[in-house]
Every structure is written in C-alpha cells, then in structure tokens.
C-alpha cells in the first residue's frame, strides 16, 4: 500500500479527473489535487460541510455548498459561479453528488438535523434530488437512510446509492429523462455502514466503512470480493490510475458526530493507494478513462 498524501483533515470525495487524483479536505475548505512529488497543492476553497464536488462532461466542477443550499460551478478563471438552487429540497442541505455521463447530477441529502438524529418511523427522510442537464430540478427518490456516495454504471443505466444508516447498496433504474425507478438492492452489507462508492468493468462496487476501517469490493447480492484494510476510518474510495487500476482511498480519524465540531481534533487525514483486480468503469472516475473526462 503506497500513502501519498499526509497530515490533512477530514478527507472526502476523491475523484479520478484529468489524469489526477481530486478529493476535498472538508474542514480545511480545500479541493486538493495529489502532485508528482507524493504531496498535494490547493486548486479551489470554499467553506462547506460536507464539500462534495464531480465534473460535467465538459470538465466543470461542480461543488455542492451548504453554506449557500446550492450547486456551484467553478469558472476557468477559479471563482464560482450559481448553478443550481437546492434550497427548495432541504433545509438542512445536501450531501454527496454524482454527475453521470449525459451531464445530469444526481444529488442526495439526508434530510434532518445531524446534531438531533433522523425522526422515528419505517420511512427514512433521506431523497435524491436530479438537477438535469436540461429543465428543473426534482426529488427522483425518497424513503433514503442517510444517503451517502453514489455511482452511476458507465451505460448510464443503473445508480447505487450506499444507505449508511440500513448498511445497504440500493440500485435504480435509470429512464432516458434521467427519472430513477425499480428500486432495488445491490447488496446487504452486514454490520457495514457503507460511505462513498465506485463500480468496476466487473460490476462491482467498491465502497469505504469509516467504523470498520476498510474499503470493501462487493458483487450484486452481496458476495465479498475483496477487502483492504486500513488503520483510521474510511470515507470514500475510487478506482484510477493510468490503466484505472488503483484504488485510491480517503481516510482520517473518527470521532464520532458529537467531536465533529472540536477545533483540536487531529484528524490524521491522508490518501492512500493499492492495486485492484479490474479497472474503473462509470461515474464518478470518468468511466475509467485516464484522461478522466
């Protein structure tokens, strides 16, 4: 296992893009990219929490802020610029985005108030919100517990979603006006709360467990392909590289919802890389091209 990256805050997001690793350090406020020297240098800041972001097909960047219940988008200059108003959906605000290969991002929240917990019921607040590449914004999936990462497969089909609150991979169907249906489950995953998420050409979906400390490879069904382990927690993972073989993961110390907020917390933040069994396919890693877009 190779460590690029060392010493940062709490890591998330990490994206496959122009032939770089992309990944936010959400309480620095930082969109990093790792460098030839094993470090990494500060391509855009913006304070959020989360701090998820993914690229059009036309190589935007497109962040989810918090700070502003909307999507931004970065401009060649580096400032950004409105480019959807998620206000309307959720008070709260959003969490992870994935934008698939026709342009459309699929954008999920939780729904409710972290500090207090989600409310008691069968039926989970959590939705996914489609911002098309063409007309208005609308909820296209609810009844989501703690929607985390997501993955769209590279025909543009099929979206996993990891459930961290049911420990489950939930799949739709996806419609040519980008509308989700035949829900689904991709995989049980045990005890595992699973984080961000990628596919492989093999099918399978890869995803991050920050209490279990690992990033685990699963087929449809839920048989376990692979696992690595990790010595702090695991946010999310994505498969890159110059033949898409890598999988790269975020990690950093927990410590738990009640410690998010502690100024002195050293979170040990770092990237770190092995090698998988095939190659990355679908969104978010660019369809597993190494030019990323």
Known sequence: MDTHDTGRGLVESPRWHDGRLWYADWTAGEIRVLTDGGGSEVILQHTSLPLCFDFLPDCTLILVSNAELALLQRRPEGTLAPYADLAPFSPQGSNDIVIDGRGNAYVNSPNFDFATGPPEGDVAPGHIVLVPAEGPARVVADDLAFPNGMAVSADNRTLVVAESYRCRLTAFDIADDGSLSGRRTFAELGEDPPDGICFDADGAIWYADVPHQHSVRVR???????????????????????????????????????????PTWVWAGHVVSTRAPAPGAGWPGGNGSTAGS
């Open 220 to 262: 449809e069904g839920g048989e376990r392909l692979d696992v690595v382990e990790f010595d702090r927690g695991a946010f999310a993972c994505i498969l890159g590289g110059s033949d898409g073989r890598t999988l790269y993961t975020v990690g950093a110390r927990w410590p738990g919802a009640a410690g998010l907020g502690d």
